[in-house]
């Protein structure tokens, strides 16, 4: 089964940078879309941003002008990026692909 897995959580300071990234464990055909979720505390999982493979991008609303989705180079691997985190920013964030395949997650917590 295919699964897969991130890398790039932590802690970082508000303002800071963030680069998770996240791959398929198998070779399997290209995912015709991937994204990234987030769920904070008490709060529901939320769509951060989702791009489909050939390019169209979605960010939700929270993260709109500050985070960016890009697909890796290598097939079935995608990025968010972010330069300008805040304390609200802090979540588990999952990667997801068709067929209901999601990772099991990375903290990320923004704090001073």
């Known amino acids: 089964q295919v699964q897969l897995v991130e890398s790039g959580g932590g802690l970082v300071q508000p303002g800071g940078s963030l680069r998770l990234y996240c791959a398929a464990s198998?070779?399997?055909?290209?995912?015709?879309?991937m994204a990234w979720y987030r769920q904070a505390p008490g709060k529901q999982r939320e769509l951060v941003a989702s791009v489909t493979a050939d390019g169209r991008i979605t960010y939700g609303d929270s993260a709109k002008g500050r985070f960016t989705i890009t697909r890796g180079n290598v097939k079935n691997t995608v990025l968010l990026l972010s330069n300008s985190l805040k304390p609200e920013d802090t979540a588990v964030y999952y990667c997801?692909?068709?067929?209901?395949?999601w990772g099991q997650g990375t903290q990320v917590t923004v704090s001073s």
């Open positions: 198998e070779r399997v055909i290209s995912f015709d879309f």
């Open positions: 997801h692909a068709p067929d209901n395949i």
